[in-house]
């Protein structure tokens, strides 16, 4: 389907402009499953992109990379009640091996808290054990009946999942903070996405946590997407596995643990913030291609000499850092080509001809804004990562500039309802802290509280809800 042009606008059908992108720009296809998807090579080259930069954050810290196993024991995921009781309705159960009956139900990874922390209580034995700092990449599922989007809500999804053990409350709440803080600079300065981070409520936490911390994004459509989580789990869960530690004080302690994750719903908010039109927009430092070449020509005996060109440009390129890539095939036309790169989001594109060899120049356009300048060859390297900077910059600048313009400050619920209604966004808002206004915003208006800020707001109003006493600053959206 790739190249043959979306046509829907991104600001009439939203939906239908997202699923058009998704499937046309080689990202993904549907699967035989209901809410299975392959992933394709140019979002799964995105996703190592995602991997390579967070690895390289969690590796420099002490982290290391693990893996688990893929079926849990049904008597696991019951050992932590709360956990049990919200993951269960989603779970796929292995019943069978061939013909025969299990005797306990597996469950195929729904997250793995419960098949990991079985290992830990083998594992920890003393405080010298201690900080177990283990993290995951594999893949959940969870099944998605009701409603199912590509990337964003589906069955089967690749995450990362970290899970670490601390002999103390204040060590497992820095190891919150730090991926907070990780996470924050990955969707910022790499996906180009801005984020508001805070804590969830009581309501919204991940089901068994001690409490939970999230960065949420805003998209086009007025919808907030949690971009990722970062958990202190307390002890809820090394109590009933049964981790434990002999301290320096030679007395048995449990663990504190926490537990963080991203998922490939990233590449679904990539699409849905910076794609426009024609199609995706890449980000350049998550791009599996920054630039592509293009070369033209109208003569056959033009061909050899232009292609040559356009290669020798992409290994300089290449040889500064620049992820390029030479599109020479014959049976397409440079338009077709242009087109098809638009699609795909590269974030620049450089187009060879004769009259350009002769000069010794090349013609760049750049995918954001579709600027197109000429650039002498020997100036080319510098140019090509000057560009692609300002592009990123500008990616977050924009999406910056939509967050701000839509985050509004309401003093009522009649304003709350107005506001949602009419333009959607995060609305901040003064809460009494109590659930039952929670839960009656969310049953009459489909609002939930995002975020409650990190850093205590002042109170500006009173209960937008009930009309009490606020102790709380708190951000609402809809959400995915």
């Known amino acids: 389907m790739a190249g043959q042009g979306i046509t829907v606008k991104k600001s009439e059908d939203f939906s239908e402009w997202y699923t058009q992108v998704v499937l046309k720009s080689g990202l993904m296809d549907y699967g035989p499953v209901q809410g299975t998807i392959a992933f394709r090579e140019y979002s799964f080259e995105i996703w190592e992109k995602i991997q390579e930069i967070f690895n390289k954050m969690i590796k420099n810290t002490g982290h290391r990379n693990v893996y688990f196993p893929l079926l849990i024991p049904e008597s696991f995921l019951r050992k932590e009640a709360e956990h049990f009781k919200n993951f269960v309705p989603e779970v796929f159960w292995v019943t069978h091996a061939g013909d025969n009956k299990l005797g306990e139900r597996l469950a195929i990874r729904p997250t793995s808290e419960t098949i990991i922390y079985h290992f830990y209580s083998k594992w920890i034995r003393s405080w010298r054990d201690l900080p177990v700092l283990l993290n995951q990449w594999c893949n959940v599922a969870r099944a998605e009946i009701k409603s199912t989007k590509p990337f964003i809500r589906t069955s089967e999804f690749l995450w990362q999942e970290g899970h670490t053990a601390h002999a103390t409350k204040e060590e497992a709440d820095r190891e919150v903070m730090l991926m907070l803080k990780f996470y924050q600079e990955l969707m910022e300065d790499y996906l180009a996405i801005p984020v508001l981070v805070g804590k969830k409520s009581e309501r919204e936490k991940f089901a068994g946590a001690f409490y939970t911390t999230t960065l949420e994004a805003l998209m086009p459509d007025g919808k907030a997407m949690q971009m990722g989580t970062s958990h202190n789990l307390g002890q809820n869960f090394s109590k009933p596995f049964g981790i434990k530690f002999v301290d320096k004080d030679k007395r048995e302690k449990y663990v504190w643990t926490t537990s963080w994750g991203i998922s490939t719903r990233l590449i679904g908010a990539i699409v849905m ?71 795909k989001g590269v974030p620049i594109r450089i187009e060879i001809g004769p009259l350009d060899i002769k000069k010794k120049q090349v013609v760049i356009v750049r995918r954001d804004n579709f600027e197109k300048v000429t650039a002498e060859e020997k100036d080319l390297p510098k140019k090509i990562n000057f560009s692609l900077n300002e592009i990123q910059k500008s990616l977050l600048k924009k999406a910056r500039k939509f967050l701000e313009e839509n985050t509004a400050t309401v003093k009522s619920y009649e304003e709350f309802k107005k506001v949602l209604e009419e333009k959607g966004g995060f609305i901040r808002a003064c809460w009494c802290s109590e659930q039952h206004c929670e839960d009656q915003i969310k049953l009459e208006t489909g609002a939930t509280i995002r975020i409650i800020p990190l850093k205590k707001e002042k109170i500006f109003s009173k209960c937008v809800y009930c009309n009490k006493k606020a102790r709380e600053v708190v951000y609402f959206a809809k959400a995915y």
């Open 273 to 343: 913030v910076h794609g426009d039109d024609k199609g995706l927009v890449l980000p350049p430092r998550i791009a599996p291609y920054q630039v592509v070449i293009i070369p033209i020509y109208y003569k056959k005996g033009e061909k050899k000499k232009v292609t040559k060109k356009a290669k020798e440009v992409s290994s300089i390129l290449e040889k500064n850092g620049v992820r390029a890539v030479v599109d020479d095939r014959a049976e397409y036309t440079p338009g077709w080509k242009f087109n098809e790169w638009e699609l």
